[in-house]
Every structure is written in structure tokens, then in C-alpha cells.
């Protein structure tokens, strides 16, 4: 049940991110319902979606964990490195940097470094599938972005703080989620045991 879930929740979670990239029937649907409706509808869909995620890979995971393959133990020690880099794109996509403009999406680099770092670790059918279909959604829209005449990529600042902060604001990140979130909320400690 919790497999299934978790399908059915990528499915609805992805079909809206993917209804994005489809720009002209993403603007008459913005001009039929207007600009605000469009995006709570579209927060709704993707909300509902992620929880139907959560709650069916948290099942799978407590009743239903299927093997597939077993990570060499040394995969976990690049999963930690990779996600420092995910912490340091996911940053730079919310502050003007260097590290923005070099990255050009950084918010999708994220995605895939941290979807690329959880497959390299773990073996089992619901994180292939959980990671594996986040991987190709963020490599479907960087594609999609890319072929967008007129997707504008920001010029960096004047200086260097901006990426001075992206730095410090991803390794307190980083250190959050690898120290709390993830050993508390997944279960799974990062450093240590």
C-alpha cells in the first residue's frame, strides 16, 4: 500500500511540475483562471502531492522495504559530500551570488545532486523510485529551462558577500538537516553510526 501511495503521490506531485513546462497551455489556463488561482490551485495539487510522498514512502518504509541492491558502505561517504554541494546550490537559489549565476538554476542543480546523492546510498525499490523520478523531473525541466528563449539568467553582484553568506547559510543548513532533521524526522543518522 505504502508503494503504491508513494507512486501516486509522484505521479500527482509531478504531473503539475510537469503541466509548468508546457508554457502555452500553462498561459491559457493562467488567463482562464488568473494568475493568483492558478498558483493556490497549483500549491494545492503539489502540497496534496508531496504529502501523498511522505506518507507513502514512511509506510513503505516501515512495512514494505523491498531490497534491490546493496550500496557499498564508501557510497555513504559521497552522499555526505554530494549534499553539501545540494545545501550550497539550494542557498544560492534564494540569494543574488556568483555561485547563482555560474550555476544558472541552481534550485534544479540542487535537485539533481541531491537526488543523484540518495540513489548512490540506498538500494531498496521506494528510494529508487522516490529518487530516481526526482533526478529525471530535474533534468526534464533544466532541459525545458534551456530551451527557453526567454528565461533571463541573473547577472552576479558587485563583491563577494552574497557568496560568502550562500556559504555560511548552506553549511548551518547542511549541519541542521544532518544533525536533526535527518536522524529525527527520516530516522537515518548522516554523521556518526
Do not use: Q
Not at 60 to 89: C, G, K, N
Not at 99 to 118: D, F, G, Q
Not at 142 to 148: L, V, Y
Amino acid at each position: 500500500m505504502g508503494l503504491a501511495v508513494l507512486v501516486f503521490g509522484l505521479a500527482v506531485f509531478f504531473a503539475a511540475h510537469l503541466f509548468v513546462t508546457r508554457r502555452e497551455a500553462r498561459a491559457v489556463v493562467i488567463a482562464r483562471l488568473g494568475l493568483l488561482v492558478y498558483r493556490a490551485v497549483f500549491a494545492l495539487v503539489s502540497i496534496a502531492g508531496l504529502a501523498l510522498i511522505v506518507w507513502g514512502y514512511a509506510f513503505y518504509r516501515a512495512h514494505e522495504w523491498i531490497d534491490v541492491w546493496s550500496p557499498p558502505a564508501f557510497m555513504r561517504h559521497i552522499t555526505v559530500v554530494l549534499m553539501l554541494i545540494a545545501a550550497l546550490l539550494f542557498t544560492a537559489a534564494f540569494i543574488p551570488s556568483h555561485i547563482k549565476a555560474k550555476a544558472k538554476h541552481p534550485m534544479l542543480a540542487a535537485v539533481k545532486t541531491w537526488a543523484l546523492a540518495h540513489l548512490l546510498s540506498n538500494g531498496d525499490l521506494g528510494s529508487i523510485l522516490l529518487f530516481g523520478t526526482f533526478l529525471a523531473w530535474a533534468v526534464y525541466a533544466r532541459i525545458a529551462a534551456k530551451r527557453r528563449p526567454y528565461v533571463v539568467v541573473a547577472a552576479p553582484p558587485a563583491g563577494w558577500t552574497n557568496d560568502l553568506i550562500v556559504v555560511v547559510v548552506a553549511i548551518v543548513i547542511y549541519l541542521a538537516v544532518g544533525y536533526v532533521f535527518h536522524p529525527v524526522v527520516i530516522g537515518v543518522p548522516v554523521f556518526g553510526a
